[in-house]
C-alpha cells in the first residue's frame, strides 16, 4: 500500500548548525502534509504544516519544503538547539479528511 | 484544561484483562482521535469522533478494541481480552476542524501487557 516514509532514521548535528530531515511520500492523493516534533514520554507535537499547492514555508527557525515531482518534504530547522533534539515525525493528509498517516520518524540528536 | 489530557499514564494489565483508557479533550473541540503507537514507530489511526459518534472506527485492529464519546467530550477507549500485541502508547487527540493542523495531542497512556 501506499506509505509515507523517512530516508534517514537518526541523524546527529552539532548545536548552531542547521538541521535538514526528509521525507518520502508515496500517495499523490494527499495534499496537505504535517511535521511533528516528539520528545520522550510526550505526544507529537505540531511543527509546520504546508499544502500540496506551495512548495515553501516558514516558521521561526524552521523551513518546510514540498517536492511534489520526486513527492519529497524536508524539514529545516536553523541553529539548531540542545532543546530541539527528539523524533521528527511527518505526516500526511487530505485537507478533506481527518487521519493522519505518519512516517516512522527520525530521531534527531544535538550535541553541543 | 489547557491541553488534552489522558489518563492513567501509564497501565501494566496481565493478559486476559480489560481495560479502560480515558481522553479528556480541549474545551470545545468537537472532533476526537485515537492512535496507537508502537515503540519506534510512528503514531497509526485507530478511531475519529465527531461530537458523539464515531465517524470513523476503520483504524480499529479488531472487535476487542471499542470506543465511546457519550457526551461529545471525554473519550474511553476500551480493550477486552487485552494480548502482549496490544502493548503500546494509546494517544489522544482533539481538534476544531477535520485538518490536522488543528490537532493538539495528549501524552498519551502507555499500556503494558504482562
Known amino acids: 500500500g501506499e506509505s509515507v516514509g523517512l530516508h534517514l532514521p537518526t541523524l546527529s548535528v552539532q548545536e548552531g548548525d542547521n538541521s535538514i530531515i526528509n521525507c518520502a511520500y508515496s500517495?499523490?492523493?494527499?495534499?496537505?502534509f504535517i511535521w511533528y516534533k516528539q520528545e520522550s514520554g510526550k505526544g507529537p507535537q505540531f511543527i509546520i504544516d504546508?499544502?500540496?499547492?506551495?512548495d515553501k514555508r516558514q516558521g521561526q527557525r524552521v523551513t518546510v519544503l514540498l517536492n511534489k515531482t520526486v513527492k519529497h518534504l524536508s524539514l529545516q530547522i536553523a541553529a539548531t538547539q540542545p532543546g530541539d533534539s527528539a523524533v521528527y515525525f511527518c505526516?500526511?493528509?487530505?485537507?478533506?479528511?481527518?487521519?493522519?498517516?505518519f512516517g516512522k520518524g527520525t530521531s534527531l540528536l544535538v550535541t553541543p | 484544561g489547557a491541553g488534552v489530557s489522558q489518563t492513567p499514564s501509564n497501565k501494566v494489565t496481565e493478559k486476559g484483562k480489560y481495560v479502560e483508557l480515558r481522553c479528556d479533550p480541549i474545551?470545545?473541540?468537537?472532533?476526537l482521535y485515537w492512535y496507537r503507537q508502537s515503540l519506534g514507530q510512528g503514531p497509526e489511526f485507530l478511531i475519529y469522533?465527531?461530537?458523539?459518534?464515531?465517524?470513523?472506527d476503520s483504524g480499529l485492529p479488531n472487535d476487542r478494541f471499542f470506543a465511546v464519546r457519550p457526551e461529545g467530550s471525554v473519550s474511553t477507549l476500551k480493550i477486552q481480552r487485552t494480548e502482549r500485541g496490544d502493548s503500546a502508547v494509546y494517544l489522544c487527540?482533539?481538534?476544531?476542524?477535520?485538518?490536522?493542523?488543528?490537532?493538539?495531542f495528549g501524552s498519551g497512556t502507555r499500556l503494558t501487557v504482562v
Open positions: 487527540a482533539s481538534s476544531l476542524t477535520r485538518q490536522g493542523d488543528g490537532y493538539t
Open positions: 500517495n499523490s492523493a494527499s495534499d496537505y
Open positions: 504546508i499544502r500540496s499547492n506551495m
Open positions: 505526516a500526511e493528509a487530505r485537507l478533506s479528511g481527518y487521519a493522519l498517516n
Open positions: 474545551s470545545g473541540h468537537t472532533a
Open positions: 469522533f465527531q461530537g458523539t459518534g464515531a465517524a470513523d
